[in-house]
């Protein structure tokens, strides 16, 4: 490994600087390498590490000789347990590795000093350009730690976003060895208490406990001695002590001060340039100091050694580059793994702040969703780990839903569902999607085919794209609407259609008005840009444009609205009247009634604006109307924007509050959407991106959910219904590629617990032989574990 490099300076002796520093040296014995460490050799205040059969693969492939040192310390484990309302679940297969921190930090220790690292101990840096300039460093490494001071002393250029989050939670030790990775929940007359426990040597393990910020302070352990607080602690959880003490070696704290809130660290860069001595040197982040993932997922440990890791490959993947051209590719690419980690670890840290909000559910649920809170732990994959604790769960949820145990359960995706007097026969939702094909709001051959061919394809239930109630209530020209005997005649053809060769599926219509959002090209012109010509007047909740360049509507006055709320009920009289079997108001994305739900949109000073109540009062109005209309015995659901995801505008927690409204005025479910109610908005994508919002409303609000975004597979899907993270699942994309996406994703499973058409039967089997052998010269890839 040829760089521009002779002089390294790590700043702080931890796993990511001693690892950076052993990996740089064992790679180019050349350079001069420096660790500075505050601490002595042997001072630590953790108990165990947890790290992933996978981390340790990483390890091993970066330095085998360190790897197995480390792995001949770990204490290894395979299962996971869960204690919960006087029950256990048990489940394997999920490859975990504990280590003493003091042992794992001596390792590395020992393996630098070997190489000819310089370990500089007890020196406390307060000026990392005087200790840069005095070691002549070309490159300064900031592993400094969570309170990185060098962090602190350029936030300016790395811009830190620290997050303190919602729970209390205090490392402890016990002589108690845990034959499994044990979680323990306690409910006490002020709220859940859990441990997270792990054995990490020969007779020790770490006993993590975790609860609320307010449960915590509820039980006055706020103002109790440390002492006080742990016995409180060893009482609590002393059935899963067997007698055994819990220790604390954190002597040097006093009271409440070994009970902290776990803080999520996000830069925006990782690398700042400073002149020292005459020269550009680089510092850069690593370790906690740039990034922090809660530790319910993965210790701050596997990033900092895997930081490690990438930075010294990508050196090495570019010898002749300079080093600022290396810091730059670093950069870019670990970035993107440390959000996927972090993105998951969000999931997790809010699963465990919110405990409560699952215990409605029975054990076996329980444990499922604990194990897949992350997301990034899927149904399959907890096949690939211990096939017959899934299967026994598959049974379970089957048997819930009225089926007889079976050798090989129904897949949760499908699995019925009965909403009122209509039974899906499974658990998925073709999206309503845009089409800009019907002609002043018809819908035509486009539809019949479209909507057809998606009703054969095998999902439960087809929504048809949102449907304006009026004219100007389009959003494009090509959009449709249903306030005519020809648009609805049109319309019973294609469910006439749906209902005679859907093999059972239903169909439904979202009707919903575009408000400041209408008036605009078709998608594939300009997508929410006004018309060139022609343009019609705009209703909304405020006189607030959703765009510069977009038309600013008229604020709807008293008259207006039930002008409109007549309009949605002589739709949805029409409705009916074609024969759809499910009816969705649409209340999202900045459409008419989003608009007065969300507070960027309504600036109303009157009953319809001000608090969330009076800004849900005409939605409620125009649903309850609309409800009134409807057929008893057919579904009404809801689609909201749970989250604006800009300043000041709707929240998550809001989302549960709306969504308890709309559940008293008797919305049988709520279809969670967020974002697009304003062109602000900075929506955090990725895989299921939106499916916590689905779940917190269905577990706090007790209604059934649609989750949508981002569902593109048979495993997402079956990983949110077996969690009970929502009731339906919306596929919009992966249905425009593929009208029998939801048949194809069965044959993957290769189940006949789906209704075949009769045109595809000859076919079937030859598509599960042909799938079964794809998947066989397929490599499974692993995911990572749940610690």
């Given at each position: 490994m040829k760089t521009s490099l002779q002089r390294i300076l790590c700043i702080g002796g931890g796993p990511a600087g001693l690892y950076f520093a052993l990996l740089m040296k064992r790679r180019q014995p050349s350079l001069e390498i420096t660790v500075v460490e505050r601490n002595r050799p042997f001072d630590t205040f953790g108990w165990g590490v947890v790290l992933s059969d996978q981390t340790l693969g990483n390890l091993r492939a970066a330095d085998?000789?360190?790897?197995?040192?480390?792995?001949?310390?770990?204490?290894?484990?395979?299962?996971?347990?869960v204690f919960y309302k006087g029950r256990s679940v048990r489940s394997g297969g999920h490859g975990f590795c504990g280590i003493g921190r003091k042992r794992l930090l001596n390792v590395l220790q020992a393996r630098c000093q070997q190489l000819g690292v310089n370990l500089v101990f007890e020196t406390d840096v307060t000026d990392d350009q005087a200790l840069a300039a005095q070691y002549n460093a070309d490159l300064v490494i900031a592993s400094d730690g969570l309170n990185s001071r060098i962090r602190t002393r350029y936030a300016s250029t790395f811009e830190p976003?620290?997050?303190?989050?919602?729970?209390?939670?205090?490392?402890?030790?016990?002589?108690?060895?845990?034959?499994?990775?044990?979680?323990?929940?306690?409910?006490?007359?002020?709220?859940?208490?859990?441990a997270h426990a792990y054995q990490f040597d020969a007779d020790t393990s770490t006993f993590i406990v975790e609860t609320p910020e307010a449960v915590w302070q509820a039980h006055g352990i706020d103002r109790m001695s440390q002492e006080d607080a742990i016995a409180f602690c060893e009482k609590l959880f002393a059935p899963y002590l067997d007698g055994h003490r819990l220790i604390s070696n954190a002597a040097h704290?006093?009271?409440?001060?070994?009970?902290?809130?776990?803080?999520?660290?996000?830069?925006?860069?990782?690398?700042?340039?400073?002149?020292?001595?005459?020269?550009?040197?680089?510092?850069?982040?690593?370790?906690?100091?740039?990034?922090?993932?809660?530790?319910?997922?993965?210790?701050?440990?596997?990033?900092?050694?895997?930081?490690?890791?990438?930075?010294?490959?990508?050196?090495?993947?570019?010898?002749?580059?300079?080093?600022?051209?290396?810091?730059?590719?670093?950069?870019?690419?670990?970035s993107v793994e440390v959000l996927k980690i972090q993105n998951a670890a969000r999931n997790s840290t809010e699963w465990f702040e919110h405990v409560d909000r699952y215990t409605a559910m029975d054990i076996e649920q329980f444990a499922y969703s604990l194990?897949?809170?992350?997301?990034?732990?899927?149904?399959?994959?907890?096949?690939?780990?211990?096939?017959?604790?899934?299967?026994?769960?598959?049974?379970?949820?089957?048997?819930?839903?009225?089926?007889?145990?079976?050798?090989?359960?129904?897949?949760?995706m499908l699995l019925p569902l009965k909403v009122r007097g209509v039974e899906l026969k499974n658990r998925i939702v073709v999206s309503p999607?845009?089409?800009?094909?019907?002609?002043?709001?018809?819908?035509?051959?486009?539809?019949?085919?479209?909507?057809?061919?998606?009703?054969?394809?095998?999902?439960?239930?087809?929504?048809?794209?949102?449907?304006?109630?009026?004219?100007?209530?389009?959003?494009?020209?090509?959009?449709?609407?249903?306030?005519?005997?020809?648009?609805?005649?049109?319309?019973?053809?294609?469910?006439?259609?749906?209902?005679?060769?859907?093999?059972?599926?239903?169909?439904?219509?979202?009707?919903?008005?575009?408000?400041?959002?209408?008036?605009?090209?078709?998608?594939?012109?300009?997508?929410?840009?006004?018309?060139?010509?022609?343009?019609?007047?705009?209703?909304?909740?405020?006189a607030v444009a959703y765009g510069e360049q977009n038309q600013v509507p008229r604020a709807m006055t008293r008259a207006d609205m039930d002008t409109m709320t007549a309009a949605f009920v002589e739709s949805t009289k029409r409705a009916?009247?074609?024969?759809?079997?499910?009816?969705?108001?649409?209340?999202?994305?900045?459409y008419l009634l989003s608009a007065f739900i969300s507070p960027l949109t309504n600036r109303r000073t009157d009953a319809y604006g001000g608090s969330l109540e009076n800004r849900c009062r005409y939605p409620l109005e125009v649903f309850t109307a609309m409800r009134a209309a409807w057929p008893a015995d057919k579904p009404m659901s809801v689609r909201i924007s749970a989250h604006d995801w800009a300043p000041g505008g709707t929240t998550p927690d809001d989302a549960v509050a709306i969504a308890r409204l709309f559940k008293a005025a008797g919305c049988d479910v709520i279809d969670v959407s967020s974002g697009q109610t304003t062109r602000q908005a900075k929506p955090v994508y990725g895989r299921m991106y939106?499916?916590?919002?689905?779940?917190?409303?269905?577990?706090?609000?007790?209604?059934?959910?649609?989750?949508?975004?981002?569902?593109?597979?048979a495993d997402h899907a079956n990983?949110?219904?077996?969690?009970?993270?929502?009731?339906?699942?919306?596929?919009?994309?992966?249905?425009?590629?593929?009208?029998?996406?939801?048949?194809?994703?069965?044959?993957?499973?290769?189940?006949?617990?789906?209704?075949?058409?009769?045109?595809?039967?000859?076919?079937?089997?030859?598509?599960?032989?042909e799938l079964a052998r794809q998947q066989a010269l397929k490599a499974p890839e692993e995911e990572e574990t749940t610690k």
């Open positions: 085998p000789e360190t790897a197995q040192e480390i792995g001949d310390a770990f204490n290894h484990w395979d299962d996971i347990e976003d620290i997050d303190t989050r919602q729970c209390r939670f205090v490392w402890l030790g016990t002589k108690k060895t845990f034959d499994a990775f044990t979680f323990a929940f306690v409910q006490t007359e002020h709220g859940w208490f859990q704290l006093r009271g409440s001060a070994i009970w902290i809130r776990f803080p999520r660290v996000i830069c925006k860069t990782w690398v700042n340039h400073e002149d020292i001595a005459g020269r550009r040197v680089p510092i850069v982040l690593m370790g906690d100091a740039a990034h922090t993932a809660h530790f319910s997922i993965g210790s701050g440990t596997k990033l900092a050694l895997e930081d490690a890791i990438d930075l010294a490959t990508e050196f090495e993947r570019h010898p002749e580059a300079d080093v600022a051209t290396v810091l730059q590719a670093y950069e870019a690419r670990r194990l897949t809170r992350s997301q990034r732990i899927s149904h399959e994959n907890l096949r690939l780990r211990d096939a017959k604790w899934l299967e026994g769960y598959e049974n379970w949820l089957s048997q819930r839903a009225g089926k007889p145990p079976a050798k090989h359960p129904t897949p949760p999607m845009a089409q800009y094909k019907a002609v002043d709001g018809v819908v035509g051959d486009w539809h019949f085919v479209h909507l057809g061919a998606r009703a054969a394809g095998g999902a439960a239930l087809v929504m048809v794209e949102m449907t304006s109630p009026t004219p100007e209530g389009r959003i494009t020209p090509g959009c449709p609407g249903l306030w005519n005997d020809q648009q609805q005649s049109a319309f019973e053809r294609i469910v006439r259609f749906a209902h005679e060769q859907g093999n059972g599926a239903k169909i439904g219509l979202q009707l919903g008005h575009s408000g400041a959002k209408g008036s605009t090209q078709l998608g594939w012109e300009a997508i929410d840009e006004p018309l060139p010509a022609g343009n019609w007047p705009l209703l909304s909740a405020s009916a009247a074609a024969g759809f079997d499910w009816l969705e108001l649409h209340c999202a994305h900045g939106q499916t916590p919002f689905a779940d917190r409303v269905r577990n706090e609000v007790d209604i059934l959910t649609m989750a949508v975004g981002a569902i593109s597979e990983s949110i219904i077996a969690a009970g993270r929502a009731d339906l699942c919306a596929v919009a994309r992966p249905h425009l590629a593929n009208p029998a996406w939801t048949l194809h994703e069965a044959a993957k499973l290769q189940t006949r617990a789906i209704d075949w058409p009769a045109p595809y039967l000859s076919g079937r089997d030859q598509l599960y032989r």
